[in-house]
């Protein structure tokens, strides 16, 4: 019936053979990324956290600025925008450590350690982050992922990622959601 007698229809099923890349084989960028990754994540999670502080202080002003205003029934006056302007600073200040943080910018060392110890006296939880932030920018691990050398690794190593588990998403929304249900509660007594 034209069937072909060399092939074995009962043959359990060929599958192509995969090379099993051996430790060798790695690249020393890739193993040094590798190594550095967990910190250099701990250091942009850090950044993502000023970011959101950021974010929270400015919608925080807003409904400042528009509580003051609906009580005076008046615009702001100079001097109650001279109290906005250090709580402005501080916004762009959260701002721009975050996307530093983030970016992995050698300069946001400095605005990063001063928002730290300010942090500190925000306890319990500005005291953990604070620590956090001064340990994960100034160790040693930290100083290397700021350096010159490791932003090149970054850029020959694209591919290495750190996946994020399902829990850490769950707890980020949870925390979102929380957020947003606080702001709702100061919105609607205000």
Known sequence: MGENPDIN??????TP?????VPSQISDAES?????LNHEMNI??????????????????????VGFISRTNSGLGPGEMIAFLPLLGMVGLALAV????????????????????????????????????????????GTYCFSPEYQEIIRQTPHVKLKTSWLAWLALGLIVIILIAALMGIAVRG
């Open 98 to 141: 975050g996307w530093g943080l983030q970016k992995l910018r050698p300069w946001v060392k400095v605005p990063a350690a001063i928002l730290a110890v300010l942090n500190l006296l925000n306890i319990p939880i500005g005291t953990l982050l604070g620590v956090a932030v001064l340990y994960f920018v100034f160790s040693a691990k």
């Open 44 to 65: 942009k999670s850090c950044g993502t956290l000023y970011l959101l502080g950021g974010i929270l202080l400015m919608v925080s002003m807003f409904f400042l600025l």
């Open 32 to 36: 040094i990324r590798r190594k550095f």
């Open 9 to 14: 229809p009962y043959a359990a099923p060929e």
């Open 17 to 21: 053979v995969v090379p099993f890349v």
